[in-house]
């Protein structure tokens, strides 16, 4: 023989001592990793009946390219080399290692018909028939894998329960819930004392939306297995969604009987908030941080429920010793320190808490938050060189970044340099709605009438539904008192798609007005000022009023709108006009 045969020989016989010599191990976890699996690591030892075939210059080249392959990190070739060796040598270490590479490599087809092999050539092996079952689920296999699921039960039965518990999760992977409901209950009929199987029959019926059924199940599960915490926690869980506060008390005698029960306690906790139980809610936190004192996520959430129930003295108390924990983001902790000095109206250490904020995921709002505040300090130009310094991470910050800058010169009278921003923003996002009407409502304030009919236009063609585009396009038209008309007919598309809106209510009674309704007119606009009473509103149901000669009611909404609004330049000019 010479050496280069030899080789192939010692290759061969290596692969095969490989995946007959390892030690065993459970497999009900290997089918639940997201990664590799190796399947050497979890083959069962024992006696094989191994065939007698004749060691072929084709069945070494095969084997050889097998390992090639597998070695130079080709596993799919890998794997139908060893499915073709697998048929053709009929032993069952080839058909596991073949078995193992189409798993590993994510070949689903290959995979099943390996481990169908497997199963085959080695009928004792629990392994095969688990990871065949396993692999028909992921699959959707339901009709399938039953018979197969029928054969592990009634060889182990007394591991029925954790059985049910491994499969659900991999049946309920099928788009068909009902589907999955229905072979989860023909599975477990048999097994009606397993407190795991009715556990899964009611995870199974909640996502086919069997509510009824499901809470049944969850019951019969938790009267079975009493300790079992997972069954009354889902019973608890499904009980909540239509009887909160029953829930709740099912938790609570749950957790008095388990009291040692960290993770019932923070289950119950994070409950309690979700209803608003913020005081009950923060005694149970309480309970949890006495037993970890170090816990700063604990302190943390503690201070959380103290700001939201206004407890502003005790958050703050709270926050700091969080901070002096450490563990906990720093950043986070002055995020809501300032948060809670906003609340409190001191605005000086809200800023600065923001300015420590340095980075993580609170770094972009505590940027917008520093420019709110300097803007409502009157600093402009400090609050535009926060805003530029903010990173946002997707696009939508970055719009959202512009349309901020773009308010603060508007609402700083440098409306010019407002609509550049706005314009440059455009060029970079032409088909972002927000940007298109702002660019557009910008360019009527600077009398680009002809530019903002155009914008508007096309956003009323991006987003056919906008009432709001509608109504700009209307309204300025009707501000013009130009092809009148067209612009009532904008306005009442605007109304049609959106008759709670104000500000559009307003439109149609300001178009009524300037086509001589006054009647409607007075009706569209007491709509309007009623929902809003805004000063622009206020300055056209007194002109409205006037002219229908109640004097009185005119002035009654004039002087609250200037009550309200003592330098709105549009109610102003009303009233200088009418009342000189």
């Known amino acids: 023989m010479n050496s280069s045969l030899r080789l192939l020989i010692l290759s061969v016989t290596t692969t095969l001592a490989a995946c007959a010599t390892a030690p065993q191990q459970e497999l009900a976890e290997a089918p639940h990793h997201a990664g590799r699996t190796d399947l050497e690591q979890i083959v069962e030892p024992g006696k094989l009946d191994l065939p007698n075939v004749e060691l072929t210059d084709r069945l070494l080249y095969e084997f050889l390219l097998g390992d090639i392959a597998a070695q130079r990190d080709r596993p799919e070739l890998a794997a139908q080399a060893y499915l073709d060796l697998a048929r053709t040598t009929r032993d069952p270490?080839?058909?596991?290692?073949?078995?193992?590479?189409?798993?590993?490599?994510?070949q689903l087809e290959q995979a099943v018909e390996a481990f169908k092999l497997w199963q085959e050539l080695e009928p004792s092996s629990p392994l095969a028939k688990q990871m065949l079952l396993s692999l028909l689920l992921s699959g959707g296999n339901l009709q399938e894998a039953r018979p197969h699921l029928e054969t592990i039960l009634k060889a182990d039965p007394a591991n029925a329960g954790r059985t049910f518990l491994n499969i659900y999760p991999l049946a309920s992977r099928s788009p068909d819930k009902a589907a999955v409901l229905d072979w989860m209950m023909e599975a477990t009929r048999p097994y009606q004392n397993v407190a795991e199987g009715h556990w899964a029959v009611a995870q199974a019926a909640a996502a086919a939306g069997k509510h009824d059924l499901a809470l049944a199940e969850a019951h019969r599960a938790a009267a079975l297995k009493p300790d079992w915490a997972a069954a009354a926690v889902y019973e608890a869980e499904l009980t909540m969604r239509n009887e909160p506060q029953r829930g709740l008390d099912m938790l609570k005698r749950y957790l008095k009987a388990h009291p040692e029960n960290a993770d019932l306690r923070l289950y119950y906790a994070r409950a309690l908030l979700s209803q608003k139980q913020y005081a009950v809610a923060r005694d149970e936190f309480q309970r949890l941080l006495k037993d970890r004192p170090d816990n700063p996520d604990l302190a943390f959430a503690i201070a959380l429920i103290s700001m939201q129930m206004g407890d502003y003295a005790r958050a703050e108390q709270e926050l700091q010793q969080s901070l002096a924990k450490g563990g906990k983001e720093e950043s986070a902790v002055h995020h809501y320190l300032g948060?809670?000095?906003?609340?409190?109206?001191?605005?000086?250490?809200?800023?600065?808490?923001?300015?420590?904020?340095?980075?993580?995921?609170?770094?972009?709002?505590?940027?917008?938050?520093?420019v709110a505040l300097l803007d409502k300090a009157g600093k402009l130009d400090e609050a535009?060189?926060?805003?530029?310094?903010?990173?946002?991470?997707?696009?939508?910050?970055?719009?959202?970044?512009?349309?901020?800058?773009?308010?603060?010169l508007r609402e700083g009278k440098q409306y010019e340099v407002g609509y550049k921003v706005l314009a440059q923003g455009l060029e970079k996002y032409p088909a972002n709605p927000d940007l298109l009407y702002q660019t557009a409502m910008a360019a009527e304030k600077l009398k680009k009438n002809e530019l903002f009919e155009q914008l508007i236009r096309k956003l009323i063609k991006l987003e056919p539904d906008n009432a709001h585009a509608y109504n700009a396009l209307g309204y300025s038209l009707l501000e013009r008192n130009v092809r009148l008309p067209e612009a009532m007919k904008l306005v009442e598309k605007a109304y049609q798609l959106a008759p709670e809106d104000a500000a559009i209510i307003d439109s149609m009674g300001w178009g009524h007005y300037l086509l001589?309704?006054?009647?409607?007119?007075?009706?569209?606009?007491?709509?309007?000022?009623?929902?809003?009473?805004d000063p622009e509103i206020a300055a056209h149901l007194g002109e409205v009023l006037w002219k229908q000669g109640d004097h009185e009611?005119?002035?009654?909404?004039w002087d609250e709108g200037v009550k309200a609004n003592p330098d709105h330049e549009v109610l102003k000019?009303?009233?200088k006009r009418f009342i000189p």
């Open 516 to 533: 001589g309704d006054l009647g409607k007119s007075v009706e569209f606009l007491r709509r309007a000022f009623s929902a809003n009473p």
């Open 384 to 408: 535009r060189a926060v805003l530029h310094s903010a990173v946002p991470t997707t696009d939508q910050q970055r719009v959202q970044l512009i349309l901020i800058d773009a308010q603060l």
């Open 573 to 575: 000019a009303i009233i």
């Open 339 to 370: 948060q809670l000095n906003e609340a409190r109206k001191n605005d000086a250490a809200a800023l600065e808490h923001y300015r420590q904020v340095k980075g993580g995921e609170y770094a972009y709002a505590a940027r917008l938050r520093e």
């Open 93 to 106: 270490r080839v058909a596991r290692r073949a078995a193992q590479l189409a798993y590993e490599s994510r």
């Open 553 to 557: 009611g005119a002035r009654k909404v």
